[in-house]
């Protein structure tokens, strides 16, 4: 049997999901034997694979990178899995709404700089009008709260989508998610 593939995802969040992702340790080793990380900011792979079993998606969607990102990702997983606050609600992503864009942007490379104050237009992508949740763009199959997920709620989802099986929250509400 083959294993299955795991992608997961940085939107724009902090990292925390991924990092917390990290701390099943040696729960790790166990997944290992069962799915390949086909894509993954900890892994070296740069291009979305044509076929994903399931997806954690960590952040929002605040840019038209962002945005693309995410429909390829749908348009090639089976199963999207929106994780943390911020794919949920925009959570503190989100918190630029009400200021716009222009105005981060000109905080950020004009009033806080003397050397060469510019916005930059070739590294830093276009960002949307407001950040929003994941599934305001695509469907998502299931939620991860919390910021972040604790590694026991990854390791007890994790096992039930790869089992087949239906996500238990009340063992999630056990862990704290």
């Given amino acids: 049997m083959s294993k299955l593939k795991l992608a997961t995802v940085w939107l724009d969040g902090c990292s925390g999901c991924h990092m917390s992702f990290l701390d099943m340790d040696e729960r790790l080793?166990?997944?290992?034997?069962?799915?390949?990380?086909?894509?993954?900011?900890?892994?070296?792979?740069?291009?979305?694979?044509?076929?994903?079993?399931?997806?954690?998606?960590?952040?929002?969607?605040s840019s038209e990178d962002d945005e693309r990102k995410i429909r390829k990702i749908r348009a090639h997983t089976k199963m999207l899995v929106a994780m943390g606050d911020c794919a949920i609600t925009g959570n503190?992503?989100?918190?630029?709404?009400?200021?716009?864009?222009?105005?981060?942007?000109?905080?950020?490379?004009?009033?806080?700089t003397s050397a060469q104050p510019q916005?930059?237009?070739?590294?830093?992508?276009?960002?949307?009008?407001?950040?929003?949740?994941?599934?305001e763009y695509v469907k998502v199959d299931a939620y991860l709260p919390g910021c972040p997920p604790s590694a026991d709620t990854f390791h007890t989802a994790l096992t039930a989508f790869i089992n087949?099986?239906?996500?238990?929250?009340?063992?999630?509400?056990?862990?704290?998610a």
């Avoid at 997944?31 to 998606?57: F, N, T």
């Avoid at 070739?122 to 994941?134: A, D, G, S």
């Avoid at 087949?164 to 999630?172: C, K």
């Fill in 92 to 112: 503190v992503p989100s918190m630029r709404n009400p200021i716009g864009p222009e105005a981060i942007l000109n905080r950020a490379y004009i009033e806080n």
């Fill in 29 to 61: 080793l166990e997944l290992a034997e069962i799915v390949d990380v086909v894509y993954s900011p900890i892994v070296d792979a740069k291009e979305y694979p044509d076929e994903v079993d399931i997806a954690l998606v960590e952040g929002a969607v």
């Fill in 164 to 176: 087949g099986g239906p996500l238990d929250v009340s063992a999630l509400t056990r862990f704290g």
């Fill in 119 to 135: 916005i930059p237009s070739v590294v830093v992508p276009k960002l949307l009008r407001t950040v929003r949740p994941i599934q």
